[in-house]
């Protein structure tokens, strides 16, 4: 497992050592290439590793599928089945409908990954992003499932969107101010927080870690990126979540442990899983 997680046995260990299964990592991206050289390894290892439930996230039509197919295989992975912000602008005119079969999934909990992202000049157009994530908003209403959003540099246009179709859901790798969290947690959202909390002069996480209400707290990896510290520049995994577990825990004045059962409660019951025993 050393060598698959964290790099090398001589590599530093995680500062927590669950003695149960209660990581519950909440958005995460297996099918992606970064793990196709060992990808069975590396999800047969997690249950060792503390891990006992992690959401899978597409992003298109294609890796939603992979997600639905890689949940069926391990009884701890669910699938979160969306087409993204950026792949806005690569979607087929069907692909909107083929979502709903894939919501219809038993392992489908969610639909995500979604949003918009505004950082890139050479991504979609932004109001092919608006228009697709609108659409995705009202079937998730209609349907009454939730929704795993994502918003860079787009904080505007997401809250007009959100306020309109109120659904229930995530706002994934939050990079909002307290003001923002403080609004979307009104709203019924949760907040989710990942590596970004450990990195050097990180201010804002910090700052929302410490304010988001217990209940509303989700912790992640967005695997294989945002690979918290001391890790900085590897592939990350679930296994890595207790290092933001700990810091969560500093800035809380609570214990890792007790980040992580509550972080794994509010996962459970957002998506409406029960871990495997």
Not at 63 to 90: C, D, M, N, T
Not at 257 to 274: D, P, Y
């Amino acid at each position: 497992m050393d060598s698959l997680i964290f790099g090398s046995p001589a590599m530093q260990k995680p500062p927590v050592t669950p003695d149960s299964h209660i990581i519950f990592d909440s958005h995460a991206h297996y099918d992606d290439r970064a793990f196709d050289s060992d990808r069975e390894a590396v999800l047969a290892a997690l249950p060792d590793a503390g891990v006992c439930g992690v959401i899978n996230c597409g992003v298109d039509i294609r890796s939603s599928q992979k997600a639905l197919a890689l949940a069926a295989q391990y009884p701890f992975l669910w699938a979160a089945v969306g087409i993204h912000g950026q792949e806005a602008g690569r979607a087929k005119p069907g692909d909107l409908d083929g979502l709903v079969p894939l919501l219809e999934e038993p392992r489908a909990v969610a639909l995500g990954e979604i949003g918009l992202d505004y950082h890139y000049d050479d991504g979609a157009p932004r109001d092919v992003q608006r228009e697709l994530l609108e659409r995705q908003l009202a079937i998730a209403v209609e349907r009454d499932v939730p929704v795993i959003l994502h918003d860079r540099e787009a904080h505007e246009d997401m809250w007009k969107l959100l306020q309109r179709y109120k659904p229930r859901g995530v706002m994934h790798c939050f990079s909002g101010s307290v003001e923002m969290a403080r609004d979307l947690v009104g709203l019924g959202m949760y907040i989710g927080l990942g590596g970004a909390v450990t990195f050097k002069n990180a201010r804002r996480p910090i700052e929302v870690a410490a304010w988001v209400p217990a209940d509303r707290l989700l912790i992640e990896t967005d695997a294989p990126y945002m690979t918290p510290a001391p890790f900085r520049g590897k592939r990350n995994s679930s296994a890595l979540i207790p290092y933001t577990a700990e810091k969560i825990a500093q800035v809380r004045g609570i214990t890792p442990e007790q980040v992580l059962r509550m972080t794994k409660e509010n996962a459970k019951r957002l998506f409406g899983v029960e871990c495997p025993a």
